[in-house]
């Protein structure tokens, strides 16, 4: 006998409340843990995981594999072509290691409350015990309501409340204790398992040996690294992020993205530790920890919108009379956008950082998603899911939520005619061009503010020598195109 831990975005052993829940019962039976975790390759495809995301998980795995190895707990890991088949296959695994407790944290998409489900269901056929856990978010979706007893689609006066919500009920900001030694036998009884190898990456998800050494660079895998990230942000950065984390040059925010998309650090450790970090206050104290803690607080948030309207999940947008925009069908400057060719320096910036990095900076994910969806007039669901393609934190809820607000069709209450001006975006959060030069070459010869539109400011000939393209489309010329659109669309 023993009890089944199942892996999914949770791949960490601290602050992990199934994997906890798990440990428990295995000890107070005396029976082996056993942790588990399935790939599915047609389920990597369908949501669209990056390469970049793959592998960041595969490396994650396998660091997760030594910690727990340490503690003699073995991971198991298969992959299972069609994930239709994953609830079966977990009963049959559970069944040949005659487990009758399985726990698992849920996922809050659609597809996979539908799988989990189904496996619920299997599992109670099956008589295995079966019930998983809320651990995803700081506050659990559903749990915080508007006086009119409603959803908050507006992201400020939901903070409030999830702000009040936590001091009303400081339990949902403990952290759950990492498991111990296997409480059963498990060197012995289940020796097999303990060899098991690394999925490999499914072939349209393979990265080349290049670009795999530069992430792994970039972004060491596990919870080791996400820890001190956390730390090392909070000591050196936390206190100055209210002022500096639009700045585009340096680093001046966490990079913790890619940690949380494959869960090897909870957000809750994040929120405990900042508020630690803020002398313990949840609502004063100091501007930068707490404008931090509101930014983790935004991944909560979109999860609470994407639980209440799960249609969103279906290629929709949070407005459904923006489904009426006319949209344009500009393959040449979709391509433009994607490759940061468009003459618009500081998105081609953006994008190449992008495809450099798999990470994009907050400030200029706003930018391009406005500059796609406003001034290109490409539906905004090409934007997200290139994003999706490509991002080594691609989470459904943030980048729809994100491509909500960037292209004015998601929660977001500020109107339409909120249109991104490239320019003076850049002038303000990259004044003296360090970003742009940095990831545009062809203009890294290009002094003062020319930099910000070579152009019209007298430094063309260098643009135009190394190559650098002219703006594909004018800028105010764009932004009343697509103030009639979005006007000629709601009055529908
Ligand atoms: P920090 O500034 O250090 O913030 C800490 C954490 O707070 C982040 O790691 C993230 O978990 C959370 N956070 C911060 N800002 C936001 C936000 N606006 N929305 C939701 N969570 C936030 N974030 C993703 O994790 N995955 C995505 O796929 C994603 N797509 C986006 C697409 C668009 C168009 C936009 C505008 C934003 C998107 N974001 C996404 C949100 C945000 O850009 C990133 O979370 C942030 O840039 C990550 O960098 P960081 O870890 O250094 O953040």
Redesign the pocket.
């Known amino acids: 006998q023993a009890v089944v831990h199942w892996f999914k975005t949770d791949l960490r052993l601290q602050d992990n409340r199934a994997l906890r829940m798990a440990f428990d019962i295995a000890k107070e039976n005396g029976l082996p843990l056993i942790c588990l975790y399935i790939q599915s390759p047609e389920d990597l495809t369908a949501h669209i995981a990056s390469p970049a995301r793959v592998d960041l998980t595969l490396r994650t795995l396998q660091r997760l594999q030594q910690d727990l190895a340490e503690l003699d707990i073995p991971l198991y890991m298969e992959t299972v072509e069609k994930r239709k088949a994953i609830p079966g296959r977990i009963v049959e695994l559970c069944q040949q290691w005659e487990a009758k407790h399985l726990c698992a944290n849920i996922e809050y998409e659609v597809d996979e409350l539908r799988r989990d489900a189904k496996l619920v269901r299997l599992c109670a056929k099956n008589n295995i015990d079966f019930s998983p856990t809320h651990d995803n978010c700081v506050v659990t979706p559903g749990a915080l309501s508007s006086q009119q007893s409603k959803q908050y689609a507006v992201y400020t006066p939901w903070f409030r409340s999830w702000l009040a919500f936590l001091k009303e009920n400081p339990d949902y900001l403990e952290l759950s204790e990492e498991p111990g030694s296997n409480p059963g036998d498990a060197r012995k009884k289940l020796s097999g398992l303990f060899d098991c190898k690394l999925p490999n990456a499914p072939e349209n998800k393979k990265l080349s040996d290049k670009e795999r050494k530069r992430f792994e660079e970039l972004y060491p895998a596990g919870e080791h690294e996400a820890l001190q990230r956390l730390e090392k942000f909070l000591e050196e950065k936390g206190r100055r992020y209210d002022k500096m ?1 639009s700045v585009l040059p340096g680093k001046h ?5 890619p940690y ?2 494959c869960g090897s650090i909870s957000a809750r450790t994040a929120v405990v530790t900042a508020k630690r970090a803020n002398k313990n206050h949840l609502d004063r104290y100091d501007a930068g920890y707490m404008t ?1 803690i509101s ?2 607080a ?2 909560d948030f ?1 999860k609470h919108v994407l639980t209440h309207w799960p249609f969103i999940c279906m290629n929709k947008c949070f407005k459904p009379e923006h489904t009426n925009i006319e949209w344009e069908y500009d393959v040449d400057q979709f391509q433009a956008w994607c490759d940061g060719k468009t003459g618009f320096p500081i998105v081609d910036a953006a994008m190449r950082q992008l495809r450099h990095c798999a990470w994009m ?2 400030r200029t ?2 930018v391009v ?1 406005s500059f796609l969806s406003k001034d290109l007039l490409l539906d905004w669901r090409r934007g997200e899911r290139y ?1 999706m393609e490509n ?1 080594i ?3 459904f809820a ?2 729809h ?3 909500g ?2 292209s004015s069709t998601g929660v977001d209450p500020q109107p339409y005619f909120r249109i991104f001006n490239p320019l003076r975006q850049s002038e303000r959060f990259d004044p003296d061009g360090e970003y742009i030069r940095h990831w545009v070459p062809e203009l890294k010869d290009v002094e003062g503010k020319a930099i910000h539109d070579p152009y019209e400011r007298g430094a063309g000939s260098i643009a135009e020598k190394n190559g650098y393209p002219r703006p594909i489309v004018n800028h105010a010329e764009c932004r009343d195109r697509a103030l009639t659109r979005y006007k000629k669309a709601l009055q529908k």
Not at 253 to 257: D, H, K, N, P, Y
């Open positions: 984390r925010t966490s990079i913790l993205s949380f998309a931090w930014e983790v935004w991944r979109y900076h907050n994910r706003m998603s994003f991002l934190d691609g989470d943030s980048n939520g994100g491509w607000f960037g």
